[in-house]
């Protein structure tokens, strides 16, 4: 029985990844100017926060820079991320009403992930929230905290990700994971590879799932 589902929260929750990117383009450019990354760059340092992607591109801790990506995080929500995608909210009152506990398990700083909650209204959903590292995240880490900490066996929990490293993450814990594929970026024939039978287009189709096997 199902007891915890732990959520992703950028490209499952809500399609907020190209706006983390501008946030973090408009920091670059204040600070490093033509010494900027590209996307492709900041990409490839995606399994860290973003305090760590933004030291790894400076070169260590500069506070300012690190204020002024919060700063603008908070003031370009509504018009960059107003609401999670359809479906997702009606998803979490289902599972919620459902008795089933919900967790955010995300990659991002608890800072940002806060600003997302509250600027969201999801603080009502979730009774657990654990965040990502400035080094990198470990998500086995976490599922296995998660799951000492409300006493579950890996057959109690699920996780829904829509990276193949959550997948990958998933199951070295031994939790089955549910993947999110209703990006437009979503690589699906990858997550059907490694994951298959367990990979969603719709945020429907994977609350069907759920319904069925609950």
Request: glycine fraction near 6%; include cysteine; proline fraction near 4%.
């Amino acid at each position: 029985m199902i007891k915890l589902i732990a959520f992703d929260f950028d490209g499952t929750l809500a399609d907020s990844v190209d706006f983390c990117l501008l946030v973090f383009d408009k920091v670059f450019a204040r600070y490093l100017g033509d010494k900027a990354p590209c996307h492709e760059d900041i990409y490839q340092c995606f399994g860290m926060n973003e305090p760590g992607v933004i030291r790894h591109f400076m070169g260590g801790f500069v506070p300012e820079a690190e204020a002024y990506f919060y700063q603008l995080h908070r003031e370009l929500h509504q018009e960059m991320c107003p609401d999670v995608y359809p479906g997702c909210r009606e998803l979490l009152s289902f599972l919620q009403n459902k008795g089933i506990k919900l967790a955010i398990l995300t990659g991002r700083s608890s800072t940002t992930c806060n600003i997302s909650v509250e600027c969201l209204e999801l603080q009502k959903y979730f009774c657990t929230f654990l965040h990502g590292s400035p080094e990198k995240t470990d998500k086995s880490g976490q599922m296995r905290q998660l799951m000492s900490d409300y006493d579950l066996a890996p057959d109690e929990m699920l996780y829904i990700g829509d990276a193949v490293s959550d997948a990958e993450s998933s199951h070295r814990a031994n939790v089955k994971c549910l993947s999110a594929a209703w990006t437009k970026s979503a690589r699906i024939s990858e997550l059907q590879k490694i994951n298959p039978g367990l990979v969603f287009t719709t945020v429907e189709s994977m609350r069907d799932w759920l319904d069925n096997n609950i």
